[in-house]
């Protein structure tokens, strides 16, 4: 069974357009992330929510939205595309905001 | 704030050699440490983590990794590798005192064992 699974695995879009990337835990986990890793594999957090509440909101544009319907989802919708939000974006949850994160298998954003 | 160091950006080994990833880190409060592993277009799987107790941390795959708090390091070990253990390893920290549970990476090693 999936524990962390996001949709899609792999998206190329064009400039300017809107998209959005869907995660889902399985593991009853109170709190959800997103991770950017750029192409020198680098990993940053962007967002951290507990039981749907914003908690971490590291310094990404408002282009980024994330939401979360419940405590499972977290999704990440990402308006007026740039070259430079082509990454891989990683979902990952954990039981509380300092423990062990498990990591989703990651949606690999092409922008042409 | 905490900062994260992986002292070597690729680590080439011979099957069955041990070898050591280095990890150091920075940060004015106590942390907890983990390791990651990354294989080719997958996502990140942990490895082992240092929470408290024993410095000596075993963990999947026979790995183990020693807490040393005096060197702020966290360096991870496996006495023999296989060619399986080629992948990104990524060293990370987390301060219980910050709230949201922001995980701080360090740049990534590249294992690379060839047989």
């Known amino acids: 069974d999936t524990a962390v699974s996001q949709t899609p695995k792999y998206l190329v879009t064009q400039m300017g357009n809107d998209k959005s990337i869907k995660c889902e835990q399985n593991?009853?986990?109170?709190?959800m992330y997103w991770y950017k890793q750029d192409s020198k594999k680098f990993l940053k957090i962007m967002f951290s929510y507990n039981n749907k509440e914003l908690i971490i909101n590291e310094t990404v544009p408002n282009r980024f939205s994330p939401k979360s319907p419940d405590k499972a989802h977290l999704n990440l919708h990402i308006n007026s595309l740039e070259l430079g939000d082509s990454a891989v974006y990683f979902c990952?949850?954990?039981?509380?905001?300092?423990?062990?994160?498990?990591f989703g298998p990651g949606t690999r954003l092409t922008v042409t | 704030a905490q900062s994260v160091t992986q002292l070597d950006s690729q680590v080439p080994v011979f099957e069955e050699a041990p070898v050591e990833l280095r990890c150091n880190y920075s940060?004015?409060?106590?942390?907890?440490l983990f390791w990651y592993v990354q294989y080719p277009n997958q996502g990140l799987q942990l490895l082992l983590k240092y929470l408290s107790g024993s410095t000596l941390v075993k963990g999947i795959n026979g790995f183990e990794a020693e807490f040393n708090k005096s060197q702020t390091s966290f360096h991870l070990r496996k006495p023999s590798v296989h060619i399986s253990d080629t992948a990104e390893y990524f060293c990370?920290?987390?301060?219980?005192?910050?709230?949201?549970?922001?995980?701080?990476f360090g740049q990534g090693t590249e294992l690379s064992v060839k047989p």
């Open positions: 990370a920290v987390i301060s219980p005192y910050n709230p949201g549970g922001k995980l701080i």
């Open positions: 593991l009853g986990h109170d709190t």
């Open positions: 940060s004015s409060v106590s942390v907890y």
């Open positions: 990952a949850s954990s039981p509380s905001d300092f423990y062990e994160q498990y």
